[in-house]
C-alpha cells in the first residue's frame, strides 16, 4: 500500500504540469490514430466519476493503464512517445483527491512510525532502570579508538586494513575472513604486540569509569563483548574492574619464536553473529532476564539482547542513530537515568539527555 502511494507521490508533477494546461485551456499537437484512441477512453473518465461508477482511485489506475499502451515495441527496441492529452474537469478534480489522500496517508504514516519509535524508546529506557546484565561492546564504545585499526598503523599497513574493513562491511566477505585477512597483513608478533600496549594503552570513553562502577554498586553484572582481542581488552576489564571471565573476544595465538600464528577460532566472537552467540550463552547459563547490549556498532545492535541502547560518543554509525531504539550521545545520560532510580522519572530527565548530547561533537560514519 504505501509503495502505491509513494508512486502516487511521485506522478505529482505531471499533475502539475497538466493543472497549467487546463487552466491555460491549451489545446493538444495533433495526435497519431493510437493517440485519439487513448484520449477517447480518457475523455469518459471524468464523467463515469461524477456518476458515482468508479472511484478517484480507479481513475487513477484507468487513465495511467491507459496511458501506458503508448509504449509500443520496435525491432530496434522500445520507443516511448510523449502525448499532451486534455482532462475534463471530473477527470481533474478526481486527481485532486487522489493526492490529497495521498498528503494524509504520508502524514499519518509519519506519526505512527514517530510514536512507536517513541514507545520503543520508553520501553527501553524502563528496561535499563531494571536491566540483570548490561555488555558493552568495546572498540568505538567502552574504548575511543578501533583497536585493529591503530595496531595495523603501528604496523604501518593502515590503508590497506581499513580497505579490507570497508569491504567486509560492505558484506563482500564474513567478519571471520576479514578478520583473518586483516590480521594476516598486520602480522603481529608476539613483542611488537607488547610495544603497541606500552606506547598506546586504550583510551577509555568519558564516563565509562563511572558508569560500571555505578552498575558494580547496584549489583548488575557487567559484560564486554567484542571483535577485538584478548591481549587488548584484558587490560581494560583490569582497568574497569570487570572480572576477566566476563571478557568475551578474540584471541591471538604466536609461535614458540613469538611470530604470528592465527586467531583461535573456536571463539564465539571470532565469526559473523558471534556477539548473538555470546548473548544467548549468557541467557541459557546465568538465566539472565533483562540484557541490555549497549554499542556504537550494527552487529551490538543485532545481538538479540532484550533491549539496545545505540551509543554516539565516538562515532555515530547512521544506521545504529537511525534504528536503535534509544541512542545516546554520553554515557553520562545513562548514568543520570540510574541515578534518578525512578522510572516515573524518565520524562523528567529528557531535557538533560538532549543537553549532554549537544556537548559532544562526533564524527559520522554510514556503515
Not at 486527481?95 to 504520508?106: A, D, H, P, S
Given at each position: 500500500m504505501w509503495s502505491f502511494i509513494k508512486f502516487l507521490q511521485g506522478e505529482e508533477n505531471r499533475f502539475r504540469h497538466l493543472r497549467i494546461q487546463f487552466y491555460a485551456g491549451l489545446g493538444a499537437k495533433p495526435k497519431q490514430a493510437k493517440t485519439i484512441a487513448i484520449q477517447c477512453c480518457i475523455d469518459n473518465l471524468g464523467q463515469r466519476y461524477y456518476d458515482g461508477v468508479i472511484s478517484a482511485m480507479e481513475i487513477y489506475d484507468e487513465y495511467f493503464r491507459d496511458l501506458a499502451h503508448i509504449c509500443v515495441m520496435e525491432e530496434s527496441g522500445i520507443a516511448k512517445y510523449k502525448i499532451s492529452v486534455n482532462i475534463d474537469t471530473n477527470t481533474y478534480h478526481a486527481?485532486?483527491?487522489?493526492?490529497?489522500?495521498?498528503?494524509?496517508?504520508?502524514g499519518l504514516k509519519d506519526t505512527a512510525a514517530s510514536s512507536q519509535r517513541s514507545k520503543q524508546e520508553e520501553s527501553t529506557r524502563q528496561l535499563w532502570l531494571s536491566t540483570d546484565c548490561v555488555c558493552f561492546d568495546v572498540d568505538s564504545t567502552v574504548c575511543v579508538e578501533e583497536a585493529i585499526d591503530e595496531l595495523a598503523k603501528f604496523q604501518q599497513v593502515g590503508a590497506q586494513v581499513e580497505a579490507i574493513t570497508r569491504s567486509a562491511m560492505g558484506g563482500n566477505m564474513s567478519f571471520r575472513q576479514a578478520l583473518q585477512t586483516r590480521l594476516n597483513l598486520?602480522?603481529?608478533?608476539?613483542?611488537?604486540?607488547?610495544?603497541?600496549?606500552?606506547?598506546?594503552?586504550?583510551?577509555?570513553?568519558?564516563?565509562?569509569?563511572?558508569?560500571?562502577?555505578?552498575?558494580h554498586e547496584r549489583h548488575v553484572p557487567v559484560y564486554l563483548i567484542t571483535g577485538g582481542f584478548h591481549s587488548i581488552v584484558d587490560p581494560v576489564a583490569k582497568q574497569l574492574n570487570i572480572p576477566l571471565k566476563n571478557v568475551f573476544a578474540n584471541r591471538l595465538l604466536f609461535h614458540a619464536d613469538g611470530s604470528y600464528a592465527g586467531f583461535d577460532e573456536n571463539e564465539m566472537t571470532s565469526d559473523s553473529g558471534g556477539k548473538g552467540c555470546v548473548i544467548k550463552y549468557l541467557k541459557t547459563k546465568y538465566n539472565y532476564q533483562r540484557i541490555i547490549m549497549i554499542g556504537d556498532g550494527a552487529t551490538d545492535m543485532e545481538a538479540n539482547a532484550d533491549g539496545f541502547i545505540g551509543f554516539g560518543g565516538?562515532?555515530?554509525?547512521?544506521?545504529v542513530r537511525d534504528n536503535a531504539p534509544w541512542f545516546v550521545n554520553s554515557f553520562y545520560q545513562l548514568i543520570g537515568q540510574l541515578r534518578n532510580n525512578s522510572i516515573d522519572s524518565i520524562s523528567q530527565t529528557n531535557s538533560d539527555d538532549q543537553l549532554a548530547a549537544r556537548t559532544y561533537s562526533t564524527e559520522i560514519k554510514t556503515i
Open positions: 486527481i485532486e483527491e487522489i493526492l490529497e489522500y495521498c498528503n494524509m496517508t504520508k598486520i602480522q603481529p608478533t608476539s613483542e611488537r604486540l607488547e610495544q603497541f600496549l606500552e606506547n598506546y594503552p586504550s583510551q577509555l570513553t568519558d564516563g565509562i569509569s563511572e558508569l560500571i562502577n555505578l552498575l565516538n562515532v555515530v554509525r547512521e544506521k
